[in-house]
T-cell receptor, first 116, second 113 residues
Framework: AQKITQTQPGMFVQEKEAVTLDCTYD???????LFWYKQPSSGEMIFLIY??????QNATEGRYSLNFQKARKSANLVISASQLGDSAMYFC?????????????FGTGTRLTIIP | DVKVTQSSRYLVKRTGEKVFLECVQD?????MFWYRQDPGLGLRLIYF???????EKGDIPEGYSVSREKKERFSLILESASTNQTSMYLC????????????FGEGSWLTVV
């Protein structure tokens, strides 16, 4: 069974500061992918970053980086130099990669508010 | 442009009604998912399908059923709607084996009165 845990229901961060959103996961799969999505108040799901379980390097996409610690089963999202437009809900998700076991599971989310 | 389309954006239904939520994707994806999203609970998986006529229960299947007769269409059915099924329903699709892109619909806001 897959499980994603996001322990921060809400965070307030000063503009231009870096922020880390926590995500831990549990799975018995050998091969899996980890995702972070942003959901602004409009409701659309915006893909931010992806990390495969066998990727040796931490994924980076512009201001976003994923701090992947496989032994600790954590996949924290780091946003550098936060902006007001970063205020949104953030979801961590995991997907199995084996055929027939491609369940996609989300965490409960973290609401990030950037303060001017 | 790739697309996942949910048939209804906003619905209001009465308790006991049968409700159909339709999701269509135009990318020939094998995998399709239905979630409901509630404040503080995140996205919870109701059902998913990895092929035509194949379905798997997610974490909260009770009170729901699904149908996938064609590859592009995945329907969520509420046999007898109840007020506790008032929620936002989100459809997603993706393609194995290593696709790291998941496409989401715009969501369907269902209110059961």
């Amino acid at each position: 069974a897959q499980k994603i845990t996001q322990t921060q229901p809400g965070m307030f961060v000063q503009e231009k500061e870096a922020v880390t959103l926590d995500c831990t996961y549990d799975t018995s799969d050998q091969s899996y992918g980890l995702f972070w999505y942003k959901q602004p108040s409009s409701g659309e799901m915006i893909f931010l970053i992806y990390q495969g379980s066998y990727d040796e390097q931490n994924a980076t996409e512009g201001r976003y980086s994923l701090n992947f610690q496989k032994a600790r089963k954590s996949a924290n999202l780091v946003i550098s130099a936060s902006q007001l437009g970063d205020s949104a809900m953030y979801f961590c998700a995991m997907r199995g990669m084996d055929f027939g076991n491609e369940k996609l599971t989300f965490g409960t989310g973290t609401r990030l508010t950037i303060i001017p | 442009d790739v697309k996942v389309t949910q048939s209804s954006r906003y619905l209001v239904k009465r308790t006991g009604e049968k409700v159909f939520l339709e999701c269509v994707q135009d990318m020939d994806h094998e995998n399709m998912f239905w979630y409901r999203q509630d404040p503080g609970l995140g996205l919870r998986l109701i059902y998913f399908s990895y092929d035509v006529k194949m379905k798997e229960k997610g974490d909260i299947p009770e009170g729901y059923s699904v149908s996938r007769e064609k590859k592009e269409r995945f329907s969520l059915i509420l046999e007898s709607a109840s007020t506790n099924q008032t929620s936002m329903y989100l459809c997603a699709s993706t393609s194995p084996p290593s696709g790291n892109t998941i496409y989401f619909g715009e969501g369907s806001w269902l209110t059961v009165v």
